[in-house]
């Protein structure tokens, strides 16, 4: 296991449109996180799982956005009917113990979305 | 007052200088503070962490962290070309060690 895996990395879609995130973290963390991403701003928290239990969702996750993760493993990020303004990064991430024992945040290579 | 504060810069600095990044924080709950370096189209990778008051070395980079007046540096020695990049600041203030709070990143340029 190389990392957290991010798929599709680049994803052209027209406005109204549904599109969906896969990420699959590294095996034995068990903490996965979703941040999004705007040219020329840091990322911003999403939400997050520990296993299957999504245990915080940020005020910037409208109504349209749905997180999953089904068995503990792989997590869906999914945009229903997409606006311009959804156009972005987004970042899975997920923690373990780094070399130094401590909590390390690992990020994907991201998915980038472009809505039309 | 945005929760984290970084200068958007760019800062160049030419090779072999030391750059010197700063990051502001407004919520004093804060445990733990990181510092990441992300390149132009890539994800953010962490360099560095420190939890406590004081300066953190690691190799060419030194992370000093200052509760009191909720402030964090980060020093790059000898800084060569291969740093240019984005570095981001962010902060973590609870028990969910990774749900980050990160300012919008200062752009570093090192000109050969």
């Known amino acids: 296991d190389t990392g957290v895996s991010q798929d599709p990395r680049h994803k052209i879609t027209k406005r109204g449109q549904n599109v969906t995130f896969r990420c699959d973290p590294i095996?034995?963390?068990?903490?996965l996180y979703w941040y999004r991403q705007t040219l020329g701003q840091g990322p911003e928290f999403l939400t997050y799982?520990?296993?299957?239990?999504?245990?915080?969702k940020s005020r910037l996750l409208s109504d349209r956005f749905s997180a999953e993760r089904p068995k503990g493993s792989f997590s869906t990020l999914e945009i229903q009917r997409t606006e311009q303004g959804d156009s972005a990064m987004y970042l899975c991430?997920?923690?373990?113990?780094?070399?130094?024992?401590?909590?390390?945040?690992?990020f994907g290579a991201g998915s980038r979305l472009t809505v039309l | 007052q945005k929760e984290v504060e970084q200068n958007s810069g760019p800062l160049s600095v030419p090779e072999g200088a030391i750059a010197s990044l700063n990051c502001t924080y407004s919520d004093r709950v804060s445990q733990s503070f990181f510092w990441y370096r992300q390149y132009s189209g890539k994800s953010p990778e962490l360099i560095m962490s420190i939890y406590s008051n004081g300066d953190k070395e690691d190799g060419r980079f030194t992370a000093q962290l200052n509760k009191a007046s909720q402030y964090v540096s980060l020093l790059i020695r000898d800084s060569q070309p291969s740093d240019s990049a984005t570095y981001l600041c962010?902060?973590?203030?609870?028990?969910?060690?990774?749900?980050?709070?990160f300012g919008q990143g200062t752009i570093l340029t090192v000109h050969p």
């Open positions: 991430a997920s923690i373990g113990q780094g070399a130094s024992g401590a909590n390390v945040l690992t």
């Open positions: 799982f520990q296993n299957e239990a999504q245990l915080e």
């Open positions: 095996s034995e963390h068990n903490r």
């Open positions: 962010a902060v973590s203030g609870g028990t969910s060690y990774g749900k980050l709070t």
